[in-house]
T-cell receptor, first 114, second 115 residues
Framework: DAKTTQPNSMESNEEEPVHLPCNHS???????IHWYRQLPSQGPEYVIH???SNVNNRMASLAIAEDRKSSTLILHRATLRDAAVYYC???????????????FGKGTHLIIQP | EAGVAQSPRYKIIEKRQSVAFWCNPI?????LYWYQQILGQGPKLLIQ????????DSQLPKDRFSAERLKGVDSTLKIQPAKLEDSAVYLC?????????????FGPGTRLTVL
């Protein structure tokens, strides 16, 4: 899977929007952009994914650049429960053999101030 | 629906001892994964099963780690003998089918400390 680059940490205030960036300049045409997050002392959980168009769900929005070399996860109104490590992961739909384990980087540690 | 179950939640052993972890995936999920997460790093895939067959074990240190999923449901991961560098959280995850779009559901993990 192609490599992603994220800031080590970000800080935001409660009830404000948060924009978490991810760079993936070597993304291929068959790579989907996935976001997972890991709350303290828990396993990771799925947040959102997309290919080319912006995506929204109940947890977040995903904005994908037109050239697909970067994306931004948007939490519209952060709460203290959103404090977690956020991972941006590329998943190749075209990879054969059924092997589809996630390749995690170090992610972005999001700190929410009350 | 019930989530992915793992036990034990914590384990402390001395180096050169053996240890086993157990995982029960979400009912109906054909694909099961084991990940190792060292402190300060993201999880790293160790092995992926589709039903009871191995799909990917390229990152499993096979000289000391083994895993099985005999009936295509529960799975066990074993380390024998353990080394200090095996101290980590071992995460189990499952998904409905092994395709790149399917969401993976993770258990709470087993924290292993090797002294």
């Amino acid at each position: 899977d192609a490599k992603t680059t994220q800031p080590n940490s970000m800080e935001s205030n409660e009830e404000e929007p948060v924009h978490l960036p991810c760079n993936h300049s070597t993304i291929s045409g068959t790579d989907y952009i996935h976001w997972y997050r890991q709350l303290p002392s828990q396993g990771p959980e799925y947040v959102i994914h997309g290919l080319t168009s912006n995506v929204n769900n109940r947890m977040a929005s995903l904005a994908i650049a037109e050239d697909r070399k970067s994306s931004t996860l948007i939490l519209h109104r952060a709460t203290l429960r959103d404090a977690a490590v956020y991972y941006c992961i590329l998943r190749d739909v075209g990879s054969g053999g059924g092997a589809d384990g996630l390749t995690f980087g170090k992610g972005t540690h999001l700190i929410i101030q009350p | 629906e019930a989530g992915v179950a793992q036990s034990p939640r914590y384990k402390i052993i001395e180096k050169r001892q053996s240890v086993a972890f157990w995982c029960n995936p979400i009912s109906g999920h054909a694909t099961l994964y084991w990940y190792q997460q060292i402190l300060g790093q993201g999880p790293k895939l160790l092995i992926q099963f589709q039903n009871n067959g191995v799909v990917d074990d390229s990152q499993l240190p096979k000289d000391r780690f083994s895993a099985e999923r005999l009936k295509g449901v529960d799975s066990t991961l074993k380390i024998q003998p353990a080394k200090l560098e095996d101290s980590a959280v071992y995460l189990c995850a499952s998904s409905r089918t092994g395709t790149s779009l399917n969401e993976q559901f993770f258990g709470p993990g087993t924290r292993l400390t090797v002294l």
